[in-house]
């Protein structure tokens, strides 16, 4: 995979992300949900961070870590996504 490809894949997780993170509903109001949402959060705005910073490496791991934050929150019962969005998960 070249660079220009990595940068392509990494717009399009992220976007994806946006879409994700602004539909998510936290189901559970514990502070376990808070932190995983807190946890995602932060790391998809490491992600665009890195992403302004030319490092698309530390951008697509950010990005990755974010979404399995929102998946495992999903599969605990902490958060729910639109039903568009569910197939994009592990639950």
Known sequence: MDKDELEERLEKEINMMEIVLGSLKIADNGKLAK??????????KDSKYFMGKKDPIRAFEAVVI???????GIKAGFFSVQDGLSHYFTT
């Open 35 to 44: 932190e995983f949402f807190a946890m995602a959060d932060n790391y998809f």
């Open 66 to 72: 974010s979404w399995a934050y929102v998946d495992a």
